[in-house]
């Protein structure tokens, strides 16, 4: 281990999407962990490039959503993200369009909010740097400026910077990154970055719902001490639960919310409350709880992103799109009545 702690091996400090690992990171549980997900890496690096056959078409079928809720190699990642969301075909069907949006008339107040911002995306990212070269904050600049221009009900949300960082990170492309962040804010993700953010407060509400049906006792103990969801989850929804869960567990998620849409996002939810149940539940006060939620997104549970995977699909039980739906008008209404 002496040649990470003198210095010299920089390559292990600084994870392969540029992030540095943090000073107290566990190389050895990591790297026992890495070696058993590379045997699976490539397994299905292999069954995925014979799934696609050099082709750049993708059907929507059983067989697609077992091996995208398997994991999509990080070499196939954006072309696979960018078919099943629809981002390609709206890319092939407005040529140009994204750098129409950056040559034309730009609103000031727009401009500000997101400068304001790029220096305060992923500080401990080098490639966005402002002494990397190619720097990715200018990359993320555009992306950014394009997207507030293109949807002008949005504008520009913290939050949204994070999640054009994470695909430009992945795809490499400026174009397709617009592309996907617009699959996401909207159409995936119904309403979450709206000035009033209705979609969002929605699901958080939508969730607490769902842990009383399904984790009772944390519902109960929430209700107990006045803690509202907001207060424990809103940054899971907001960036999707980058910077709270590990980079390659993320990817792992996104690979499905891209697939299956939001949903993902509530199995995500209750696993991590699920299996953490008897932990949440130690908790005797307000900030007790709130440190516990801090606390259940951290260890070898969710580093192990291929058994947290498989959990997400057996741990909450069945949850269909017609539940989360009904749950949402409901809570919705609850939220307007609150004002």
Same mark, same amino acid.
């Given at each position: 281990?002496?040649?990470?702690?003198?210095?010299?091996?920089?390559?292990?400090?600084?994870?392969?999407?540029?992030?540095?690992?943090?000073?107290?990171?566990?190389?050895?549980?990591?790297?026992?962990?890495?070696?058993?997900?590379?045997? =699976?890496?490539?397994?299905?690096?292999? +069954?995925?490039?014979?799934?696609?056959? @050099?082709? /750049?078409? #993708?059907?929507?079928? $059983?067989?697609?959503?077992?091996?995208?809720?398997?994991?999509?190699?990080?070499?196939?990642?954006?072309?696979?993200?960018?078919?099943?969301?629809?981002?390609?075909?709206?890319?092939?069907?407005?040529?140009?369009?994204?750098?129409?949006?950056?040559?034309?008339?730009?609103?000031?107040?727009?401009?500000?909010?997101?400068?304001?911002?790029?220096?305060?995306?992923?500080?401990?990212?080098?490639?966005?740097?402002?002494?990397?070269?190619?720097?990715?904050?200018?990359?993320?600049?555009?992306?950014? =400026?394009?997207?507030?221009?293109?949807? +002008?009900?949005?504008?520009?949300?913290? @939050?949204? /910077?994070? #999640?054009?960082?994470? $695909?430009?990170?992945?795809?490499?492309?400026?174009?397709?990154?617009?592309?996907?962040?617009?699959?996401?804010?909207?159409?995936?993700?119904?309403?979450?970055?709206?000035?009033?953010?209705?979609?969002?407060?929605?699901?958080?509400?939508?969730?607490?719902?769902?842990?009383?049906?399904?984790?009772?006792?944390?519902?109960?103990?929430?209700?107990?001490?006045?803690?509202?969801?907001?207060?424990?989850?809103?940054?899971?929804?907001?960036?999707?639960?980058?910077?709270?869960?590990?980079?390659?567990? =993320?990817?792992?998620?996104?690979?499905?919310?891209?697939?299956?849409?939001?949903?993902?996002?509530?199995?995500?939810?209750?696993? $991590?409350?699920?299996?953490?149940?008897?932990?949440?539940?130690?908790?005797?006060?307000?900030?007790?709880?709130?440190?516990?939620?801090?606390?259940?997104?951290?260890?070898?549970?969710?580093?192990?992103?291929?058994?947290?995977?498989?959990?997400?699909?057996?741990?909450?039980?069945?949850?269909?799109?017609?539940?989360?739906?009904?749950?949402?008008?409901?809570?919705?209404?609850?939220?307007?009545?609150?004002?």
């Amino acid at each position: 281990m002496a040649r990470r702690e003198d210095g010299r091996d920089w390559a292990y400090r600084v994870d392969p999407y540029g992030f540095e690992r943090p000073e107290d990171f566990d190389y050895a549980s990591y790297e026992a962990f890495f070696s058993r997900y590379l045997v =699976v890496l490539t397994r299905r690096a292999i +069954k995925w490039s014979k799934l696609l056959k @050099g082709n /750049n078409s #993708i059907q929507k079928s $059983l067989k697609v959503k077992r091996y995208i809720r398997k994991g999509i190699p990080n070499e196939h990642r954006a072309l696979v993200w960018m078919i099943v969301s629809g981002a390609q075909t709206n890319m092939e069907q407005n040529p140009g369009y994204y750098h129409r949006l950056l040559e034309g008339e730009k609103n000031a107040k727009l401009l500000e909010a997101i400068k304001t911002d790029m220096n305060r995306t992923f500080p401990d990212n080098v490639k966005f740097r402002k002494t990397a070269d190619p720097c990715l904050q200018h990359v993320l600049y555009n992306v950014l =400026v394009a997207y507030g221009h293109h949807n +002008k009900a949005v504008g520009y949300c913290q @939050g949204m /910077n994070f #999640i054009a960082g994470y $695909l430009i990170l992945i795809t490499k492309n400026e174009e397709e990154s617009f592309w996907l962040l617009d699959a996401l804010i909207g159409r995936i993700l119904p309403d979450y970055y709206s000035p009033a953010m209705l979609g969002l407060k929605t699901d958080q509400e939508v969730l607490g719902e769902l842990v009383k049906m399904k984790v009772p006792a944390v519902a109960e103990l929430m209700e107990r001490h006045g803690v509202m969801w907001t207060l424990v989850v809103s940054r899971w929804f907001i960036c999707l639960f980058i910077d709270i869960l590990p980079v390659e567990t =993320v990817l792992r998620i996104w690979d499905c919310l891209f697939y299956e849409g939001s949903k993902i996002i509530f199995r995500v939810a209750l696993t $991590l409350i699920k299996q953490n149940q008897a932990f949440i539940l130690e908790a005797t006060n307000f900030p007790d709880i709130c440190d516990k939620f801090k606390q259940i997104t951290k260890g070898t549970f969710v580093t192990e992103c291929h058994s947290f995977m498989q959990k997400i699909f057996t741990d909450p039980g069945s949850l269909s799109m017609a539940t989360i739906n009904k749950l949402r008008e409901t809570c919705r209404e609850k939220v307007l009545s609150q004002g």
